[in-house]
């Protein structure tokens, strides 16, 4: 008998202890779990992103955010070709710009990325031209509501890497 209580109260001894570590394990978590929901998303930031391809073709056509909201615009260039051969840019173009007379200036604009040096009143932002594998980024204001054009100002991809940038 003895024998049979001193087995009943180690068990429940090392229950006991057991349990106390589950509790601390779940308050533990409580706790992670708390830190990772203190961590605040800025609501007013629109990430964007958009990758550009070998085949010179954007992934999205168009892009929404709303009207003066924090944007970043991520660009990736899933391509393995060289920036020189194939490389990509997101122009974001005022309203009222003709495209191809933007698109045709900027083809001449080399040494500046291709952004006309003229251009600055055309323009609303644009990441820089990068090759395949690699990532860029912007951070800019978003314009009053309407409907802007995107393009890749690479010589000759604006007729195909276009797109449109809604502002609501």
Same mark, same amino acid.
């Given at each position: ?8 109260? +180690? ?65 990736? /260039? ?9 490389? /990509?840019?997101v ?34 932002? /644009?990441?820089?031209v990068?090759?395949? !594998? ?18 890749? +100002?690479?010589? !000759? /991809? ?11």
């Amino acid at each position: 008998m003895k024998y049979l209580l001193t087995a009943v109260l +180690s068990a429940t001894l090392l229950f006991s202890c057991g349990g106390d570590k589950k509790k601390e394990e779940t308050k533990e978590k409580i706790k992670l779990g708390t830190k990772k929901e203190e961590t605040k998303v800025d609501s007013n930031v629109a990430n964007l992103v958009i990758a550009g391809n070998d085949q010179m073709k954007f992934d999205k056509k168009e892009l929404k955010v709303k009207a003066g909201q924090k944007v970043k615009l991520t660009l990736r /260039h899933t391509g393995k070709m060289d920036v020189n051969v194939m490389g /990509h840019n997101v122009v974001i173009l005022k309203q009222g710009v003709d495209v191809s007379a933007f698109g045709n200036k900027a083809a001449t604009a080399r040494d500046n990325g291709y952004i006309p040096a003229d251009a600055e009143d055309d323009i609303i932002a /644009h990441t820089k031209v990068i090759g395949g !594998g690699q990532t860029t980024s912007i951070e800019f204001d978003a314009p009053a509501p309407g409907t802007y054009d995107f393009i890749c +100002s690479f010589p !000759g /991809h604006y007729a195909l890497m276009k797109g449109k940038f809604i502002v609501e």
